[in-house]
């Protein structure tokens, strides 16, 4: 296994149709690998327990992203959001736009530091 340097594994998101955001180790999180995927304006889906936890962003399921419950329901997903360009694309620029006003990575730091420590 070889690991994608950084800008080649920026690309890669950007020229996907779909880009996975799975849990981080400790189940139902929310990893720099969504924002990764938010900042390149693509087109992102998680497993729905993400709609469990608080977000340091306030992204909407269907709106700024889509999740999945089970293999089915991916695959099905996957399939008819390849189909439907205007919808994945308009996810996509949503999600973009919901980084671009709500999001920096002091807003992200303070929240860790409240979660943390009060």
């Known amino acids: ?29 929310f990893t720099f690998r969504h924002l990764e995927i ?3 304006c693509s087109f992102m889906m998680c497993h729905n327990e993400i709609n469990q936890i608080e977000l340091p962003l306030p992204i909407k399921d269907g709106e700024h992203f889509v999740t999945f419950e089970k293999k089915e329901d991916l695959l099905e997903k996957i399939n008819f959001y390849l189909k439907n360009d205007k919808s994945r ?7 973009r736009k919901v980084l671009e006003e709500n999001y ?15």
């Open 89 to 95: 694309n308009e996810i996509s620029l949503n999600g």
């Open 38 to 40: 938010l900042s390149c």
């Open 104 to 118: 920096s990575p002091k807003k992200h730091g303070e929240l860790l530091f409240d979660k943390i420590f009060f």
């Open 1 to 29: 296994f070889q690991k994608l340097p950084f800008n080649e594994y920026i690309d890669t998101i950007y020229n996907s149709s779909i880009n996975l955001a799975m849990a981080g180790t400790g189940g139902a999180e």
